[in-house]
């Protein structure tokens, strides 16, 4: 049985979670991990899927590439099939790709950093090597921007996102042939302007 990273819901903020997107500065990025490595600890995924006392902890990645001078910018959008097997998210679209962190992503993190932002940049990227195909010698290094929070449905109620960012310095046609989505039978999708989303 898989076991997930989480955090008691109470040991992170007073009160409530913030709802929706918040945005960190550079110096709250690195100090909200901080706070997170003291508080998690790992939990079979099927308890942790139903516990609301937990939160489990998401590395959630935005792709963009080409320009917004040049009229291609845009972003990596996937749909959900039913063969993906969190039943909740079928027919849903998303603008980032991430996933749980698990317990080999925190055996196969060095020593140094068990619980920093080395294991969940790692996490990161083990979740975007698996579910597209990434044609591009070297990935940017992600940025994170802030947490998504979203109590009001029954996935958000239980996950939360640490959204991330990846532009690839690439026009939008040479994108499209670089990326694609790997797990075609869990989910479809690609690069799509900014403007037709």
């Not at 490595?37 to 006392?53: D, F, G, Y």
């Not at 320009?67 to 998210?89: H, I, K, N, P, Y």
């Not at 932002?117 to 790692?122: G, I, N, V």
Request: aromatic share 6%; proline share 6%; charged share 25%.
């Amino acid at each position: 049985m898989t076991s997930v990273l989480v955090v008691d819901r109470s040991a992170l903020f007073d009160g409530p979670w913030p709802h929706g997107f918040t945005a960190f500065q550079p110096d709250q990025a690195e100090k909200f991990l901080a706070r997170i490595a003291q508080l998690a600890h790992l939990e079979p995924r099927p308890l942790a899927e139903t516990t609301r006392a937990w939160k489990q902890l998401i590395p959630y990645c935005l792709l963009t590439c080409g320009d917004r001078a040049e009229g291609d910018l845009a972003a990596f959008a996937v749909q959900r099939t039913r063969g993906q097997s969190e039943g909740r998210l079928h027919g849903s679209w998303s603008l980032g790709i991430g996933g749980h962190i698990d317990e080999l992503d925190v055996a196969n993190c060095p020593p140094g950093d068990r619980l920093g932002s080395t294991l969940f940049r790692h996490a990161l990227l083990r979740e975007l090597s698996e579910e597209l195909d990434l044609g591009v010698a070297k990935l940017p290094t992600p940025n994170l921007l802030g947490l998504l929070n979203d109590d009001t449905t029954d996935v958000g109620s239980v996950h939360a996102g640490l959204a991330y960012h990846i532009h690839l310095p690439t026009r939008l046609a040479h994108a499209r042939d670089q990326v694609k989505v790997r797990e075609t039978e869990k989910m479809r999708g690609g690069f799509t302007l900014l403007a037709d989303l």
